[in-house]
């Protein structure tokens, strides 16, 4: 039942019980009225009604009222119904983020390209950058704060890991502060790996920053950080970190010749 129809039967619900012909259920309702009861337009009181009809939440009773209007009968469990459908509440988000899954809001958002761009990626990073770039534009979707931080940054870590295969470089080496660091590739966290990438002036400052946002923003996965700081993981966030993770895999995803 999605939040709408919910909505609509309860004000359907509680408008009855205003209503002087009401009783034992039933109740004379001219076409025009279900919009009044249901406090919605006329094209979507009608097809509400027929929905409404068709599941049984209501029925006409072959009897007519006083103007030759049908005469409905309402379920008797359709209030508990509404009533358990609300306490099993779910996000609103998770619906219209589903709604919103179709080849028009894809397209929009570049998701084709941006998988055409992945076949230029080498296994086994292709494989995960498969599966977390289709993680990431389902969560931005759905308005997923957190996985959409969560995710951008492993996909650029991954490019970044990648990047690196192609070059047979195994172990990477750069400086913070006074030390001269040297790791393993697989050893590397997101902020090591851009490190080396501004040292090695692989890639312009301006990708180096972008996957910076990436790193800044998954300090929001610590717990701790979210109870202690008042800055806010905000949707906003999630969204600089979308666009900026996706420039930087049109940037660093391309055909080598």
């Known amino acids: 039942m999605g939040g709408s129809i919910l909505r609509r039967l309860k004000e359907f619900l509680g408008n009855l019980s205003g209503e002087s012909e009401y009783r034992d259920r ?3 309702i ?4 279900f919009r009044i009861l249901m406090r919605t337009d006329q094209p979507k009181a009608d097809s509400l009604a027929e929905q409404w009809l068709e599941r049984g939440y209501i ?10 209007e049908h005469v409905y009968e309402i379920n008797p469990y359709l209030e508990e119904g509404v009533k358990l459908v609300e306490s099993l509440k779910y996000p609103s988000n998770w619906i219209s983020g589903i709604e919103s899954v179709n080849r028009e809001r894809l397209t929009q958002l570049t998701y084709f390209d941006v998988v055409g761009q992945l076949t230029y990626t080498s296994e086994p ?3 995960l950058l498969q599966r977390d770039v289709n993680e990431l534009f389902f969560n931005y979707l759905a308005k997923n704060a957190k996985s959409v931080v969560v995710l951008a940054g492993s996909i650029v870590e991954t ?7 192609e070059k047979n470089v195994q172990k990477i080496s750069f400086s913070r502060g006074e030390k001269n660091l ?10 090591d790996l851009l490190d080396y990438f501004q040292a090695k002036r692989l890639f312009g400052d301006l990708t180096i920053h ?9 300090n929001f996965i610590h717990p701790g950080k979210e109870l202690r700081d008042t800055d806010e993981l905000s949707w906003r966030k999630a969204e600089i970190c979308f666009h900026s993770t996706l420039e930087i895999l049109r940037t660093v995803c391309q055909p080598v010749f």
Do not use: F, V
């Open 182 to 191: 040297h790791k393993n590739l697989y050893d590397a966290d997101l902020g």
């Open 210 to 218: 972008m996957g910076n946002i990436s790193r800044i923003s998954r």
């Open 59 to 68: 029925r006409r009773t072959g009897e007519r009222g006083g103007h030759g």
């Open 159 to 165: 490019l970044l890991i990648n990047h690196c295969h």
């Open 125 to 127: 990073c292709r494989r």
């Open 30 to 33: 001219p076409k025009w009225k």
């Open 26 to 28: 039933q109740l004379p």
